[in-house]
């Protein structure tokens, strides 16, 4: 079993709509979580770090249930520039990537 | 404010060929990473570091080579550059555990 496992999608929304992705992890040991967007063949970049109970950042809102080892990721009024990959990250002795959720932001 | 920098950004390179990807951080980080990533996959870890003179294997780490004997360089080495070794190559690195890792741009490596 993977440490991180996310939903692939791909997510299709329009423009102005609430789009969520969720990510579970195995490791009950993992003590930090993180959002990262990609753009294609770019590097990822950090979109948000999520600790203890969850985290919010304008339109973008994070939360961490330990109980059920999962995290979430939510985008409110989905703008163009949303489109992306999205990378959710679990820590322990390394770093774990799970292989990331496409979203399309439709006009 | 330099973060992490990869070199060179492109290459070709001929099967049998080796080479050296380098990538430095000016953020005095203990850990850095080498990944690669395939067209529509995620990232694949290779090597790691936590901290001059240790290097671990990730997932990946068959036909590549690491060292790491300073804080700032962790370069990558390919001996004999096979097909299945054409990638993007991204370092990152993070200062301690639980902190968030930073990338690099980059390295898009093609094998012919």
């Known amino acids: 079993r993977k440490e991180v496992e996310q939903d692939p999608g791909p997510f299709n929304v329009p423009e102005g709509a609430t789009v969520a992705f969720n990510c579970t992890y195995s490791?009950?040991?993992?003590?930090?979580f993180f959002w990262y967007r990609q753009d294609c063949r770019k590097e990822p970049k950090l979109l948000m770090s999520?600790?203890?109970s969850g985290n919010e950042d304008g339109r973008f809102t994070a939360q961490l249930n330990r109980a059920s080892q999962y995290i979430s990721l939510l985008i409110r009024d989905s703008k163009l520039s949303d489109s992306a990959t999205y990378l959710c990250?679990?820590?322990?002795?390394?770093?774990?990537f799970g292989t990331g959720t496409s979203l399309t932001v439709i006009p | 404010n330099a973060g992490v920098t990869q070199t060179p950004k492109f290459r070709i390179l001929k099967i049998g060929q080796s080479m050296t990807l380098q990538c430095a951080q000016d953020?005095?980080?203990?850990?850095m990473y080498w990944y690669r990533q395939d067209p529509g996959m995620g990232l694949k870890l290779i090597y790691y570091?936590?901290?001059?003179?240790?290097?671990d294997k990730g997932e990946v780490p068959n036909g590549y080579n690491v060292s790491r004997s300073t804080t700032e360089d962790f370069p990558l080495r390919l001996e004999l550059a096979a097909p299945s070794q054409t990638s993007v190559y991204f370092c990152?690195?993070?200062?301690?555990?639980?902190?968030?890792?930073?990338f690099g741009d980059g390295t898009r490596l093609s094998i012919l």
């Open positions: 990152a690195s993070r200062q301690g555990s639980n902190q968030p890792q930073h």
């Open positions: 490791n009950s040991a993992s003590q930090s």
């Open positions: 999520v600790y203890s």
């Open positions: 990250v679990g820590t322990g002795n390394q770093f774990y």
């Open positions: 953020m005095n980080h203990n850990y």
């Open positions: 570091s936590v901290g001059a003179g240790i290097t």
